[in-house]
């Protein structure tokens, strides 16, 4: 399996933190050296691993966000 190669390049947001300190965030993420993506997964502390997450474009982000809103209705 190729090496899977990524950079976060801004931390949005921190929505939780597990007793073993993994983290669920939101950042946004170069991987492979393509254009940065929204991405919502669990990373462990010093980042070095990571949980299965979800990636989204600028465009599924803002659908998402309409979604949200909508449930608060």
Do not use: C, H
Request: proline share 4%; aromatic share 6%; charged share 35%.
């Amino acid at each position: 399996m190729a090496e899977l190669k990524y950079e976060i390049r801004q931390t949005i947001g921190v929505l939780s933190e597990s007793p073993k300190g993994w983290t669920k965030e939101l950042n946004l993420v170069s991987w492979n050296g393509r254009d940065p993506k929204y991405d919502l997964r669990d990373w462990a502390p010093e980042k070095e691993k990571m949980g299965k997450g979800v990636t989204m474009t600028e465009d599924e982000v803002k659908q998402l966000k309409a979604i949200l809103q909508d449930m608060e209705k």
